[in-house]
């Protein structure tokens, strides 16, 4: 006697048609155009800033050390790779989208929900960042060596945003 095996696929087809449905959202995390420092640091971009850092380079004109070099810390990168990691074989970051939109049936709601836990993510990866330390001039010179962090600006500014592929 063989027992008759029925699989419902009605919750998958459902997630499956509002991802697709809805395929073109996406949430950005970090900094925006609109974010500048003030007028006392040149309003300056701060995704600017964050692309320094992110990627290391030679010191500006204005500068206190024009013509340094300012090394690379890729806490971009480091925050993405664990921010995707995997758990049990699933990136942490689709497990999560893909649970709440299931649950709520709007990916974009989804993506609404996604976006504070990587903008927390990447705030705390900032804040413990330290590869490679500040030079002992610059130690000395802010009083403390945490390479991300000077006066707190550009980690409190870290942002998120959810729109349609290829909106600001």
Do not use: C
């Not at 697709?20 to 970090?30: D, F, I, P």
């Not at 010191?59 to 971009?76: D, E």
């Not at 903008?119 to 009083?143: H, Y």
């Amino acid at each position: 006697m063989s027992a008759k095996v029925t699989v419902n696929k009605s919750g998958w087809n459902r997630l499956k048609k509002h991802l697709l449905k809805q395929a073109q959202s996406e949430v950005r995390v970090g900094w925006f155009q609109d974010q500048r420092y003030g007028p006392s640091n040149g309003n300056i971009q701060m995704a600017q800033v964050a692309n320094w850092n992110e990627f290391g380079g030679i010191n500006g004109p204005n500068s206190q050390f024009p013509g340094a070099r300012t090394p690379a810390r890729p806490f971009m990168r480091v925050w993405y790779k664990d921010f995707l990691k995997e758990d049990d074989g699933v990136m942490l970051g689709m497990k999560l989208l893909a649970v709440t939109a299931f649950s709520r049936d709007d990916v974009s709601q989804a993506l609404g929900l996604i976006g504070p836990v990587g903008r927390t993510a990447l705030q705390e990866t900032m804040m413990r960042f330290d590869d490679p330390l500040n030079s002992p001039v610059t130690e000395d010179l802010k009083g403390f060596n945490d390479p991300l962090y000077e006066t707190g600006q550009l980690i409190m500014n870290v942002d998120f945003r959810v729109s349609k592929k290829g909106e600001e």
